[in-house]
């Protein structure tokens, strides 16, 4: 298991304050520590219950992941509770690979990633490099050109685009890729990548970045129905100020919250979302829409469209957000909202 990224180590060489995730803390809009007691002031109880909290999932997880399936398979409502109230910093590489599938594919694979990385070429290297300044630019890991991080994540979406090359390399996937590189090595991160695209666990995702987005556009449709449908008069002001979801949620499914989301929401997120799989993405643009639905109701379109890419801090609080998005319902009507696109997307084009 890989230690998360965070050496204080710029280009020049000089020390720079980091925040505890390893980003540079004066380019950072919401500082994440803001969302959680500074260790300064963090009593002896806080520490002890962090503490018991480790102990608990090492317990679960065993050696290695030793234990997880057991565990899994006769307390999956425990292990629910667990994720959804965030897994331990320190053991959250590891939780995602057994939750994804991506270590089951890894021990299967032996030397496959070191093959596609070393020995195959790729017809979007080109495109590679030019996006990897791109990625986390504020994040001490990516920041040195040609440093080691930008080298993995080279290496991982290289790898990638080698390996389904009908897929090949798409700009959003460098933010997952790079996600993943900040808590585990440059071949566990691949493995999840795949297991994620090629559904290891839940649904492919590949959609997502097949040519013309088509998952994207199945989720937008989706989206916007179930805001109708949940949040009818922020739904009916979208309609009046003809907003639909493309204008400002596309990147949430592209790049699962990595984006722009602040990192301590987005990790939340994304232990969740390996776990019950994309529904959380729903439940979470939901929650975040109704949360701030007094004040998007009284905006007109130019208004609108910044305050749906800049919501408020405590809106971006994942101890006042999630808390409001694990209740909503979506399971059964995004089923039959998928079944209704596909017939929308079926009809013959009228001359």
């Not at 899994?72 to 590891?94: A, S, T, Y």
């Not at 996937?173 to 900040?182: D, Q, S, V, Y």
Request: aromatic share 12%; with cysteine.
């Amino acid at each position: 298991m890989s230690k998360r990224r965070t050496d204080n180590d710029t280009e020049s060489g000089t020390a720079t304050p980091l925040d505890r995730f390893g980003f540079l803390k004066q380019e950072h809009a919401i500082s994440p520590d803001r969302f959680s007691k500074a260790r300064t002031t963090a009593s002896s109880t806080d520490h002890d219950r962090e503490e018991r909290k480790v102990r608990k999932w090492r317990k679960m997880i065993g050696v290695g992941g030793s234990d997880w399936k057991h565990y899994v398979r006769r307390k999956p409502n425990v292990v629910k509770r667990r994720i959804r109230k965030g897994i331990p910093d320190c053991l959250r590489g590891l939780v995602w690979q057994l939750i994804s599938g991506s270590r089951d594919l890894l021990l299967m694979n032996p030397g496959v990633y070191e093959q596609l990385v070393i020995y195959e070429t790729s017809a979007s290297e080109l495109d590679i490099i030019r996006d990897i300044s791109r990625t986390f630019p504020s994040h001490v890991f990516f920041q040195k050109r040609h440093g080691p991080g930008q080298r993995s994540l080279y290496n991982v979406l290289k790898a990638y685009s080698v390996y389904d090359r009908d897929v090949g390399y798409v700009q959003g996937m460098g933010f997952i890729a790079g996600l993943l590189l900040l808590y585990m090595s440059e071949e566990d991160a691949f493995w999840l990548l795949v297991a994620l695209l090629k559904g290891a666990v839940h649904a492919p995702m590949e959609g997502l970045y097949h040519a013309g987005l088509p998952l994207v556009q199945q989720y937008l449709f989706q989206l916007e129905s179930l805001v109708k449908e949940l949040i009818p008069k922020l739904g009916e002001h979208f309609t009046q100020e003809m907003i639909n979801p493309s204008m400002y949620a596309s990147q949430w499914f592209i790049t699962v919250f990595s984006y722009s989301f602040p990192f301590p929401l987005a990790l939340r997120i994304w232990d969740v979302f390996l776990s019950e799989g994309v529904k959380i993405v729903f439940k979470v643009g939901l929650a975040l829409l109704k949360y701030c639905q007094d004040e998007l109701v009284k905006l007109p379109f130019e208004k609108l469209i910044h305050a749906l890419k800049t919501f408020p801090e405590d809106a971006m609080n994942p101890d006042t957000l999630l808390p409001l998005a694990y209740p909503i319902k979506v399971s059964k009507r995004l089923e039959e909202l998928k079944v209704d696109y596909e017939k929308t997307i079926a009809k013959p084009v009228q001359p």
